[in-house]
């Protein structure tokens, strides 16, 4: 269960050398229960909706009001926090930091206090899972964009987190891959919290927040989120 | 500039106003900023890399000089400029450990335990020490009118390669090939015109990445 | 000159493993702990024994060495022909300035160390060195440096590497596109701001997995 209580983000706009920084809001006070197995956050492009995907795990943490995950604060517990939530990012090449592809699953099961033996095993375990098996010792960087982003997944999800926050994942893959992606999130058993591009994914999530210049200006059934969010693209044009 | 929290600490429930929708006139929460050590250990190993891509790259020609010049300082110096003292020399210092254990990271996709024997492990050596020196300085000059900036940083650069690169790289280069020390400087000196070129390029860059990145000058742990 | 500069190739990257070359000899069996301390013992002979004969002893001693570690010739003598070219001249030059004797023992000293850090450098698989080193390096979590951020550090920055290469391949080919490939400053000012950018993502997932608490 993630809950939003007027949960507020501000920024240094960092502007000037040395003198006084202009502080501005980008995502004001959100307050929501999230209890659904899908929800989806559309948006325009810096509509602030990346901003709401992070303070779920603590990687941006609230100004003013509180998150929480299972009744866990981000901003006093954070670490616990992120044992509980997973995050994939748009671009799979800067999630994966290890030389190859197990060493990188291992690197995500080292806080799970286990023999080196076992890492191992569960790593290749994970690997094969998503059809990764025969690339545990490839190099990341001679993988394809999809088969990185799958690995970033199968990363994540080794550590079984509870919730799943995944921003835009689908964003720079082709077709082929978007479909596999997909596929394998709407077959997760955790609550997955999904920021996306795609109007179709969004529509067949459970709850869809719509996220317009730095505010929730929608939260509610998926069709009619999808609709407003069509009609707020068309008013921008 | 407001305060912000200091790294892994939890920020102080002061500085948490209740916030009013619509807060018209009042000023704005204080932005709560996460812990950077993740952040931090990111920057030293990208740059570590970043030193190794610039060692590895074919040399660029120069107009009106005759050797052309590999980017190695240039990319040793950038380090300490933009990163700050401790993290910069950190990233030199990973780059090193990392090119000696084995790993074809010095110029020409060379690597290993090589380099300790060659008349240049001096100039190696002391890359850690200039890449910090120039860090510090930087951060002395921060509050210089932007228009300074570049200038500053170029200062910098000489100060750690004229201070340190060269009287190391020099000390070395001669014990290790029994020469005299008017005759190592004379050797060593045919590097000097480059590296005021690359320190000119470090200005250039540097300044531009702070403008991408105005907070790398303000925050320098 | 820019013809020439076109020419030039992107040298290949050749993995992490380096200039090792697999083997079972004494030498590959070693730890490379104690490797690298008799690597710094053939250094600090080098430094202490005057004269020709000593000099030329040494080289011997470590070429037999390097005999011993069964390592393929061609690649030993790729690897000396920068060093061997450096000695040839410097030899040349200090037997004219100051005589046959102080001319060998220079270019043999230098010949002589790097054979045996390359003999070191072939023998040894470059993660079980950086292994060593991380243990040699565990006492600076008495600094706030624990040896786990020093190992991720160091799997990170290879990591890193073959991408900040693509990315001057990229920035090189948008100059090019540009037709501004001679400008120094339209190849680097992209690259390292690339880099700051990178770098920051990296942070932001290294934070999201948990490895920042």
Redesign the interface.
């Known amino acids: 269960m993630i809950e939003l209580a007027g949960a507020t983000v501000t920024a240094y706009t960092g502007t000037g050398h040395g003198g006084q920084q202009e502080i501005l809001t980008i995502l004001h006070p959100v307050t929501c229960t999230l209890v659904e197995q899908r929800v989806a956050v559309i948006g325009a492009n810096g509509s602030g909706k990346s901003t709401l995907a992070r303070l779920v795990?603590g990687?941006v943490l609230p100004s003013a009001g509180t998150v929480t995950v299972n009744g866990l604060d981000t901003l006093t517990h954070?670490?616990a926090v992120?044992?509980q939530v997973g995050?994939v990012?748009t671009?799979p090449?800067?999630?994966?930091?290890?030389?190859?592809a197990v060493?990188d699953i291992g690197?995500?099961l080292?806080?799970l206090d286990l023999s080196a033996a076992e890492r191992d095993e569960r790593a290749r375990a994970a690997l094969a899972r998503f059809g990764l098996g025969d690339r545990a010792e490839v190099?990341?960087?001679a993988l394809s964009g999809g088969q990185k982003q799958l690995l970033a997944l199968a990363?994540?999800l080794a550590t079984e987190p509870a919730v799943l926050v995944c921003d835009e994942p689908t964003t720079l893959l082709d077709l082929r891959w978007r479909s596999t992606v997909d596929t394998l999130l709407e077959g997760l058993d955790q609550q997955v919290l999904l920021v996306t591009h795609d109007l179709e994914a969004a529509a067949r999530a459970d709850r869809v927040l719509v996220v317009d210049e730095a505010r929730v200006v929608f939260d509610g059934d998926p069709r009619q989120g999808v609709a407003t969010y069509r009609d707020l693209m068309a008013v921008h044009r | 500039m407001p305060v912000a929290p200091e790294n892994d600490a939890v920020p102080a429930a002061a500085s948490r106003v209740p916030v009013d929708p619509d807060a018209g006139g009042r000023a704005l929460p204080v932005p709560v900023l996460?812990?950077?050590?993740?952040?931090?250990?990111?920057?030293?190993?990208?740059?570590?890399?970043?030193v190794?891509?610039c060692a590895?790259?074919?040399s660029?020609?120069v107009p009106n000089l005759a050797v052309p010049i590999t980017?190695q300082t240039?990319g040793v110096m950038?380090a300490g400029v933009?990163l700050g003292p401790r993290r910069g020399s950190l990233a030199v210092l990973?780059?090193l450990?990392?090119g000696l254990?084995?790993?074809?990271?010095f110029a020409?996709?060379?690597?290993?335990?090589?380099?300790?024997?060659?008349?240049s492990l001096g100039y190696l050596l002391a890359f850690p020490l200039a890449a910090g020196l120039a860090g510090l300085l930087v951060g002395r000059a921060r509050s210089l009118p932007t228009r300074w900036l570049p200038v500053a940083i170029f200062g910098a650069c000489a100060a750690g390669s004229l201070l340190l690169t060269h009287p190391i790289g020099i000390s070395v280069m001669g014990a290790?090939?029994?020469m005299g020390v008017q005759e190592a400087i004379a050797a060593g000196a045919t590097f000097l015109p480059g590296d005021v070129l690359k320190n000119v390029?470090v200005a250039?860059?540097?300044t531009?990445?702070f403008r991408?990145?105005p907070d790398?000058l303000q925050r320098r742990p | 000159?820019?013809r020439?500069?076109d020419r030039?190739?992107?040298?290949?990257?050749?993995?992490?493993l380096?200039?090792?070359a697999s083997g079972t000899t004494w030498l590959h069996r070693l730890g490379p702990g104690a490797k690298?301390v008799g690597?710094a013992v053939v250094?600090l002979l080098v430094l202490v024994v005057r004269g020709p004969w000593g000099a030329v002893l040494l080289l011997a001693a470590v070429t037999v060495a390097a005999a011993s570690a069964g390592l393929r010739r061609r690649n030993v003598l790729r690897?000396l022909l920068?060093?061997l070219v450096?000695a040839g001249v410097?030899g040349l030059y200090?037997w004219w300035q100051?005589g046959p004797a102080?001319a060998v023992?220079?270019a043999a000293?230098?010949v002589?160390?790097?054979l045996?850090?390359?003999v070191?450098?072939?023998t040894?698989r470059?993660d079980h060195?950086?292994d060593a080193?991380g243990r040699a390096l565990a006492p600076l979590r008495h600094v706030g440096l624990p040896p786990?951020?020093v190992a991720?550090?160091?799997?990170?920055?290879?990591?890193?590497?073959?991408?900040?290469?693509?990315t001057?391949g990229q920035v090189r080919d948008a100059a090019r596109a540009r037709g501004l490939e001679r400008s120094?400053?339209a190849l680097?000012?992209p690259a390292?701001?690339r880099?700051?950018?990178?770098?920051?993502?990296?942070?932001?997932?290294?934070?999201?997995?948990?490895?920042?608490?």
């Not at chain 2, 812990?35 to 570590?48: G, H, P, R, W, Y």
């Open positions: 795990n990687l954070g670490a992120r044992r995050f990012f671009d090449d800067a999630q994966l930091v290890m030389p190859t060493e690197l995500s080292h806080r190099p990341v960087h990363g994540v | 996460r812990s950077s050590a993740a952040t931090d250990v990111a920057l030293i190993a990208t740059f570590a890399a970043f190794a891509v590895l790259l074919p660029i020609a980017l240039f950038l933009v990973l780059y450990a990392v254990a084995g790993l074809p990271v020409q996709g060379t690597g290993g335990l090589a380099v300790l024997g060659k008349p290790r090939l029994g390029l250039v860059v540097a531009a990445v991408a990145f790398l | 000159m820019s020439r500069q030039h190739q992107r040298p290949a990257w050749s993995g992490p380096g200039l090792y690298s690597l250094g690897s920068p060093i450096t410097v200090q100051r102080i023992e220079v000293g230098l002589t160390v790097v045996a850090a390359c070191v450098t072939a040894t470059s060195l950086l080193l786990r951020t991720l550090s160091v799997a990170l920055m290879i990591r890193s590497v073959p991408a900040l290469l693509a001057a120094p400053r680097l000012v390292a701001v880099t700051v950018a990178r770098a920051r993502s990296t942070g932001e997932a290294l934070a999201a997995r948990g490895l920042g608490d």
